[in-house]
């Protein structure tokens, strides 16, 4: 118990950043459940078209679908699929997840020289990376 006592500041501070956390959770969640798919396919497509011609990429097919656990991805043959939650995030977050899957369509890892490269359209990736983990899905 005086263990608890000790560390009764500490875990205040945490169940107020977890219930903050918890709180926008929520309000991402309801915006997720409120996407207009159609808007939001073009919308994607649309800037993914513009990112890829002002900076020389390439790319195969594009698929736009409502996935759960990948904010986007890049086949072997270039192929993108892009999750059509994108339209919620604040842009420099799209961008990024956009950005992330056009490297893909050269550098086909996760090297030191893919967040290199990416870098030199997102700034700091790895940190883009992290925020991008508080919207709720998994990995790249």
């Not at 956390?21 to 309000?27: A, L, P």
């Not at 073009?42 to 990948?70: H, M, P, W």
């Amino acid at each position: 118990m005086s263990f608890v006592r000790k560390k009764e500041t500490w875990i205040k501070k945490h169940l107020a950043i977890i219930r903050d956390k918890q709180t926008q959770n929520s309000e991402v969640n309801a915006a997720f459940l409120n996407i207009d798919k159609k808007a939001a396919r073009k919308k994607i497509t649309s800037r993914l078209r513009e990112l890829a011609r002002a900076n020389g990429f390439t790319f195969g097919k594009v698929t736009i679908r409502n996935q759960r656990t990948r904010w986007g991805s890049c086949s072997g043959k270039g192929d993108l699929s892009l999750n059509l939650k994108l339209v919620v995030l604040p842009q420099e977050l799209m961008d990024y997840v956009i950005f992330h899957e056009l490297v893909h369509t050269r550098i086909h890892n996760h090297s030191q020289r893919f967040w290199k490269e990416l870098n030199k359209y997102v700034g700091n990736g790895k940190a883009k990376a992290r925020i991008l983990k508080e919207y709720g899905l998994g990995i790249l």
